[in-house]
């Protein structure tokens, strides 16, 4: 029998209370370990935090701990490895961090301030392209007092801050494995979160195993969890149904989700809501999408309606703004600027500017990074763009490493993104966006945002107060059409009736954290 979490929230949290630690019980009494095999079609780019602002954070979170974090139901950082944080001052440009006594890596060394000084700032000395060291350009300098307190000093207000310390990409590291001036090769992680790496092989599994020194806020379920790596979607479902896997997170398509609701015995789906997005990014060195006339014709042809109905069958919703409902400073501004899909505006708009034959452009889209449902995706927007005979596009895949790679080097004029939030904030919506250091990897200069309206708002500590300075933002954004909201999305853990934790298992930066999941006891 299925079910979704919101209609089964009473039943699944006495199922937590009740068996939450424990393993399951042999038939002479003893406790046994609790092994579980979780799949995925979202393998990791990197195991090295650097470098990642990306789907590798999913194993980083697991396997890494970081000073502040995300527990289950939480919409605010909350102590990790430190045992306390704060800002020291009004002006949010100083904040303390006190961590947790006696902590170590799983090599043994010493996590105190010294190596979380060491691991922000070879962030920002290695500067991968593409990574996150762009989270931190209102960082000033890291200062230790002791073995345990560490002060970071911000050049600006930044009450967002804490947040940001809260993502996997401020994993901790330990410095003896861990090249100050380059990223580590050797396919190994040594951190202090609640899993060790056991055994990696890339694109295929990951083999965790609880580390016992790991001293944070995870309630470790179970003992161990093999990931599987799959390229398809179908192939995932399919070991799912052979009881090959006992839960899947991250790729299953549209038809699959429908498909599980619909009944198959021995499984369950879980529903939560998500806050992640697609949209289009148009590259400015390409004649065609540096072209604000035929950026805007696009905005006019693309019906998300029936993209949404035809590909996603009810498991997204069309987005008219780059932040998404259920976040401060959403709007329906693409919406209001541009409405229903019209064909005759859009050819108004380019035959006034002297454009009379169809735009050639190819589209590029990731292969195996958001799930089998990108490519008919981006099949649907091919087929609507050329149906009004305004453009001759042409489509093409590559697997997520090729494609970071390709677009970091400003090499595909139009491309599909997704965005997984760092944390639950409008500031995250548009910030990673603009800038020279985007994570689109094209340089978006926007002054009005980055100098005047970003600045405004982190100085307000409470982040419901900032919707004015995101509503202008989003109309700097509609006027530019440098990035072209298409839906937003819902996330669904597909399981075995046997698995439990699944409801709990998403933080709010939509991460698996698999020390939630567990086997029911058969008593």
């Known amino acids: 029998m299925f079910y979704r979490a919101s209609l089964q929230a009473a039943a699944a949290l006495a199922s937590l209370s009740l068996l939450a630690g424990c393993g399951l019980l042999s038939d002479s009494g003893s406790e046994t370990e609790q092994k579980l095999t979780v799949g995925t079609t979202s393998s990791p780019s990197t195991l090295d935090p650097a470098a990642a602002w990306d789907n590798s954070w999913e194993l980083m979170r697991n396997v890494y701990q970081t000073l502040v974090s995300f527990p289950t139901g939480s919409t605010s950082p909350e102590p990790d490895a430190a045992e306390k944080c704060e800002f020291t001052d009004a002006t949010s440009m100083a904040y303390r961090c006190t961590l947790k006594k006696n902590l170590k890596f799983s090599n043994g060394e010493k996590l105190d301030a010294e190596a979380v000084k060491y691991s922000i700032d070879r962030i920002v000395d290695i500067h991968f392209k593409g990574g996150p060291a762009g989270m931190l350009g209102s960082l000033d300098r890291i200062e230790t007092k002791g073995d345990d307190t560490v002060v970071f000093h911000l050049n600006k207000s930044d009450a967002t801050f804490p947040f940001i310390l809260a993502t996997p990409a401020m994993s901790l590291v330990a410095p003896g494995d861990y090249p100050k001036d380059r990223l580590r090769a050797d396919g190994k992680v040594t951190g202090s979160g609640p899993y060790l790496l056991d055994a990696y092989e890339e694109g ?6 609880k580390y016992t020194g790991y001293k944070g806020f995870a309630n470790r379920k179970n003992d161990a969890v093999t990931i599987r790596y799959f390229g398809k979607s179908t192939e995932m479902v399919d070991a799912l149904k052979a009881d090959e896997i006992d839960a899947t997170y991250r790729g299953l398509t549209a038809e699959e989700v429908v498909s599980l609701e619909d ?15 697609r949209f289009l990014v148009f590259n400015p060195k ?3 999408a540096a072209n604000p006339v035929v950026r805007k014709a696009i905005a006019h042809v693309v019906d998300r309606d029936a993209l949404v109905a035809k590909v996603y069958r009810g498991t997204a919703e069309p987005l008219y703004s780059m932040i998404p409902k259920g976040i401060a400073g959403h ?4 919406f209001d600027t541009f409405g229903d899909p019209d064909v005759k505006k859009a050819k108004s708009l ?28 981006f099949e649907e927007i091919e087929r609507q763009l050329e149906a009004s005979g305004l453009f001759d596009i042409t489509i093409k895949g590559e697997p997520w490493k090729t494609f970071q790679e390709g677009f970091n080097k400003g090499e595909y004029p139009v491309f599909g993104r997704g965005w997984f939030p760092d944390f639950p904030d409008p500031d995250n919506f548009v910030a990673p966006f603009v800038g020279k250091e985007s994570v689109t990897g094209t340089p ?10 970003l600045p405004a708002s982190r100085q307000e500590s409470d982040r419901g107060a900032v919707s004015k300075q995101f509503e202008r933002a989003q109309e700097i954004l509609v006027d530019d059409v440098r990035l072209l909201p298409l839906w937003q999305g819902k996330l669904y853990v597909a399981a075995g009736e046997d698995i439990g934790g699944g409801e709990r298992a998403l933080d709010p930066q939509t991460v698996m954290q698999m020390w939630e999941l567990y086997r029911k006891a058969s008593w």
Not at 264 to 272: A, F, R
Not at 331 to 334: A, L
Not at 444 to 453: G, M, R
């Open 286 to 288: 390409d004649p065609a």
């Open 204 to 209: 295929k599994t990951a083999e965790l195993k």
């Open 444 to 453: 978006y200069i926007s002054k009005e945002i980055t100098q005047q309206l």
């Open 331 to 334: 709007t329906t501004s693409f």
């Open 350 to 377: 380019l035959t006034g500017a002297g454009i009379t034959e169809p735009v050639k452009m190819t589209f590029w889209y990731t292969t195996d990074r958001y799930g089998s449902s990108t490519e008919p995706e």
């Open 263 to 277: 009944g198959t015995e021995g499984l369950q789906i879980v529903e939560s809501t998500g806050a992640d997005i």
